[in-house]
Nanobody, 124 residues
């Protein structure tokens, strides 16, 4: 089992940047593919980005491609989401998630563990 704790959210102006972190407990972090999802008020939780166990494979939602970068440091049991050129429509609670399978997926229901989320608010 793995526990996930997100941090790094906050209030930022449009065009600004934030870096989210997700720290994982346990010694098996490198055994999980990792993903970031987000949920805006009144909307379903949607895929943002995912990364394979080694970090060699990444996927992005079209809405964030070219602006967000997912990365991981297995020595620090942490996955990151660098968010640049933020837009008001990026406002949401951001969640990290862990998937036992080696290949990352965009499918929310495939993930086994979830963090509690961190709020990102982008003002116009």
């Amino acid at each position: 089992q793995v526990q996930l704790v997100e941090s790094g959210g906050g209030l930022v102006q449009a065009g600004g940047s934030l870096r989210l972190s997700c720290a994982a407990s346990g010694r098996t972090f490198s055994s999980y593919a990792m993903g970031w999802f987000r949920q805006a008020p009144g909307k379903e939780r949607e895929f943002v980005a995912a990364i394979s166990r080694s970090g060699g494979i990444t996927y992005y939602a079209d809405s964030v491609k070219g602006r967000f970068t997912i990365s991981r440091d297995n020595a620090k049991n942490t996955v990151y989401l660098q968010m640049n050129s933020l837009k008001p429509e990026d406002t949401a609670v951001y969640y990290c998630a862990a998937d036992r399978k080696s290949i990352p997926t965009m499918l929310r229901d495939e993930y086994d563990y979830w963090g509690q989320g961190t709020q990102v608010t982008v003002s116009s």
